[in-house]
């Protein structure tokens, strides 16, 4: 008995050593996981990093690529688009208008009713409507007759209010927020799409001309007056209550600038000076890239396989469209690399664009101690019902990370225009007031990028210059400034 009794316990013992081997393994390959995790963060978080003299060096390369794209067409990666917007409005418009806002996954129909200097915007309806996803790449044709439907049925509900005067013909500013070589206020023909859209036929039409022969396919009668970029339509909208606005900002799905030039400073300008002595410049910033802006493989790999390789570099590291998209792409490589969310991949988290920018905003913005939004948000969007606290820490890191870099990279293409226009420093204390009309649901609805975006601004500017300088939110901008542009350029201005 008492050889069993040893036999017993020496096979007991062995058996526990055993478990104690694999438990302390199992430990030894968590940590080694779990360190490979930080790696990848902390190496994520060096790769994006902005400091204060890389932002400078970015603002630089800004203005340096303004002067270039100001002297002549393909001299530069920023288009420096001329809008033939030479006379921003007065506030003097009247009368019922139309506008057009077309921009991205969403486009808005809207009419206003204008009553002058004194009353203003007296009356303003407007709608939205999402696009499927199938016109966005599919034909011209579809795309317009859609939004042309989608525009009938707003005009259809026109009430007594917003009368339109006998023998009138309805008057619409048509805001189309990608880039556009405008050949008059009311012409301009598609360079190339961007935020998703890829119709090809599209490509080198005139846009105008397209969206004219849809309205004529659904019997809606209504001119086309002007022809605007979102950003120009955000900066005529600034303008038109605070005439110290000098430059428009868009930051939503895409991102892009416009604002005011001296006409004498467009060496590519080759027409009569305007009267006004000024051109509104459309930027499309989202093209700019530079040696200077910190990407990461994530970025790269993103960039390879977009619609527009090689194309859009600012748009694809500061823009609504494509943050939680690198959120995920460092999430995937953590899961596949350090088995961040345990021994399989979440089949989820292999889908592109799942994760989309208002869900990293949200996880951004819970304070919570548990962070039990960020927790929730993974288990609805990625499937994955429990992440530990430790996990949660990680994803709302990298929405710090992306979040910040977008926001300060952001602040650094401000900084270049103002630089461009002289208006980065005091002269001769005297304070000349700048304002910057904001617009677009990223720098609306993620307080934490329009927050850190403002504070790097003014760190940029030094306090004694930040004085001077003011953001301000231009709520639907773009929409209001095509309107007030239609109106502006309207053929009934003298009855008015």
Not at 84 to 107: C, R
Not at 201 to 216: F, P, Y
Request: charged fraction near 25%; glycine fraction near 10%.
């Amino acid at each position: 008995m008492g050889k069993v009794a040893v036999g017993a316990t020496v096979v007991c013992t062995a058996a526990v050593c055993a478990v104690a081997v694999l438990v302390v393994r199992r430990r030894m390959q968590s940590s080694g996981k779990w360190g490979r995790v930080l790696a990848i963060l902390k190496a994520f978080e060096e790769d994006c990093a902005t400091p204060i003299s890389k932002l400078r060096q970015v603002a630089d390369a800004m203005t340096v690529e303004m002067h270039a794209g100001l002297a002549s067409d393909g001299g530069s990666k920023l288009k420096m688009l001329i809008s033939y917007v030479d006379n921003l409005p007065s506030g003097d418009e009247k009368g019922l208008f139309y506008a057009l806002d077309l921009g991205g996954t969403n486009f808005r129909v809207m009419r206003v009713l204008l009553g002058g200097k004194q009353e203003r915007v007296v009356k303003q309806e407007f709608e939205e409507v999402s696009i499927p996803p199938h016109l966005m790449t599919g034909g011209s044709d579809e795309l317009f007759n859609f939004i042309a439907e989608a525009l009938a049925k707003f005009v259809a509900t026109e009430c007594e209010d917003f009368h339109l005067p006998e023998g009138r013909q309805r008057e619409l500013g048509f805001t189309f927020s990608f880039p556009v070589k405008q050949t008059s206020l009311s012409s301009g023909s598609l360079i190339k799409w961007t935020k998703g859209f890829s119709i090809e036929e599209a490509v080198g039409q005139d846009v105008v001309g397209a969206l004219n022969k849809a309205m004529e396919r659904v019997g809606l009668d209504m001119r086309i007056a002007a022809l605007v970029n979102d950003t120009v339509g955000t900066l005529a909208g600034g303008r038109y209550y605070n005439q110290d606005v000098v430059a428009a900002v868009i930051l939503g799905t895409g991102t892009n600038a416009a604002y005011v030039e001296r006409a004498t400073a467009i060496p590519k300008w080759h027409g009569p000076l305007p009267n006004s002595g000024e051109m509104v410049i459309n930027m499309e910033w989202g093209n700019f890239r530079s040696s200077h802006l910190p990407l990461t493989e994530f970025d790269h790999s993103l960039d390879f396989e977009s619609l527009n390789p090689g194309e859009q570099i600012l748009e694809k590291i500061i823009s609504g469209m494509y943050l939680g998209e690198i959120l995920r792409r460092v999430l995937l490589k953590m899961a596949e690399d350090a088995a961040f969310f345990g021994d399989t991949v979440p089949s989820k988290l292999r889908i592109p664009f799942i994760i989309r920018t208002p869900h990293m905003s949200a996880m951004h913005n819970d304070t919570s101690p548990d962070l039990k939004i960020v927790g929730s948000k993974i288990k609805d969007i990625l499937e994955v019902p429990t992440t530990s606290l430790k996990m949660r820490k990680v994803v709302l890191s990298l929405c710090n990370i992306i979040a910040t870099r977008g926001a300060r990279l952001s602040a650094a293409g401000i900084y270049g225009i103002l630089k461009k226009l002289g208006r980065d420093t005091t002269k001769d204390e005297e304070m000349q007031k700048s304002v910057i009309a904001m617009d677009g649901g990223l720098f609306e609805h993620y307080t934490q990028f329009s927050d850190c975006m403002e504070s790097s601004l003014k760190e940029l500017l030094g306090d004694e210059a930040s004085g001077s300088i003011e953001v301000t939110h231009s709520n639907d901008g773009s929409g209001i400034g095509a309107a007030l542009l239609a109106a502006s350029h309207s053929l009934y201005l003298e009855d008015s």
